[in-house]
């Protein structure tokens, strides 16, 4: 047992260093120097190896840490506060997981669903609170050197407005879609009207991201006033059956936007081939994350982020949170 925690604490030294180095900067700088703190730290490393590898993401511990009353200290005061709460930090991410509502994923995934006749009927796999089941109620704005493209609801500008930087010379075909049905499977789905998912939510912001937990905010409401379907379990598992509640009339569409990441490469690609042959299908993933592509993905030659992809056609690369755009096709 020793042996198996001595190599958890490295698996956890290693994983926190590489995200202080390559992931936090640029996004924040509190994050970063926690992440260093922690991978220096061989106590923290053996307090956070109590937690199932799969709970113990960065972002994760870290919110959770502020969730229960860390606030955002110094990296030093942030440690000693770790080592006296441990059980509570331990038990509380043994019951959370990385659920990134992030609406601004829309600005990415629109100039496929822009591709789509309506009616559509919307299925998001892994849709935690359905932030991203609400494109047709957000506004947008594409901006490049080619030009700027304005996009509103009929009603007149969203209180949620998705800044997207176009890169390249390509605008996006956008439109705002017709969608009359709208509906997500989550392992844990949250009530978007319910004040610990506002919590929880906004918590997973991390500090410096200027604007981002307004946005959630502001999405969270549109949410709450007309909640979409979301249904607890397995989306391989439940897709078939939650699929059969669509109007028959309206164009079945499932997007898995930043899900597949987190299900192991066999389940992956058995909801890879469910998503297809349900519906149309709509994906946002790192180019070497599945053999979901219709045609190979050059990831020697990917300009960077994830792929958009439309039943596995690549249109775009993308920024992962949806904030620039690359259109391929």
Same mark, same amino acid.
């Given at each position: 047992m020793i042996g198996g925690m001595d190599a958890e604490a490295e698996a956890v030294a290693a994983r926190y260093e590489r995200f202080a180095r390559e992931e936090?900067?640029?996004?924040?700088?509190?994050? *970063?120097?926690?992440?260093?703190?922690?991978?220096? $730290?061989?106590?923290?490393q053996r307090v956070l190896a109590r937690i199932p590898a799969r709970h113990r993401q960065p972002p994760l511990v870290f919110a959770v840490?502020?969730?229960?009353?860390?606030? @955002?200290?110094?990296? *030093?005061t942030w440690r000693d506060?770790?080592? +006296?709460?441990? !059980?509570?930090v331990v038990r509380e991410c043994e019951q959370r997981s990385l659920q990134t509502n992030e609406p601004l994923? /829309?600005?990415?995934?629109?100039?496929?669903?822009?591709?789509?006749?309506?009616p559509i009927a919307l299925l998001e796999i892994g849709a935690s609170a359905g932030l991203c089941l609400f494109p047709d109620r957000y506004s947008y704005r594409y901006r490049g050197a080619a030009? @700027?493209?304005?996009? !509103?609801?009929?009603?007149?500008?969203?209180? +949620?407005?998705? @800044? /997207? @930087?176009?890169?390249g010379e390509r605008m996006p075909e956008v439109s705002l879609p017709d969608i009359v049905w709208r509906a997500g499977i989550d392992l844990a789905p949250l009530n978007?009207? *319910?004040? $610990?998912?506002?919590?929880?939510?906004?918590?997973? +912001?991390w500090p410096g991201e200027a604007g981002r937990? $307004?946005? +959630? !905010?502001a999405a969270l409401r549109i949410a709450a006033s007309d909640p979409p379907l979301l249904v607890a379990g397995d989306g391989a598992d439940l897709l078939a059956e939650v699929a059969a509640a669509a109007p028959a009339e309206a164009t079945l569409v499932v997007q898995t936007p930043g899900v597949l990441a987190h299900i192991p490469w066999v389940a992956r690609h058995e909801l890879i081939a469910a998503a297809r042959g349900t519906g149309r299908w709509i994906t946002l993933d790192a180019p070497g994350l599945h053999e979901g592509w219709a045609t190979p993905v050059d990831t020697a030659a990917w300009p960077g982020g994830f792929a958009l992809a439309l039943d596995g056609d690549v249109l775009a690369a993308t920024d992962p949170l949806g904030g620039w755009l690359a259109m391929s096709r």
């Open positions: 936090a900067p640029g996004r924040s700088n509190l994050y *970063a120097a926690w992440a260093a703190q922690v991978a220096a $730290d061989p106590q923290l840490t502020r969730l229960l009353g860390a606030g @955002e200290p110094d990296a *030093a506060w770790v080592l +006296v709460h441990a !059980d509570a994923r /829309c600005a990415a995934l629109l100039p496929a669903l822009s591709r789509i006749p309506g030009g @700027e493209i304005a996009l !509103d609801p009929a009603g007149g500008p969203s209180p +949620v407005v998705l @800044e /997207c @930087e176009v890169r978007p009207a *319910a004040p $610990d998912t506002h919590a929880w939510l906004t918590g997973l +912001v937990a $307004d946005r +959630v !905010d």
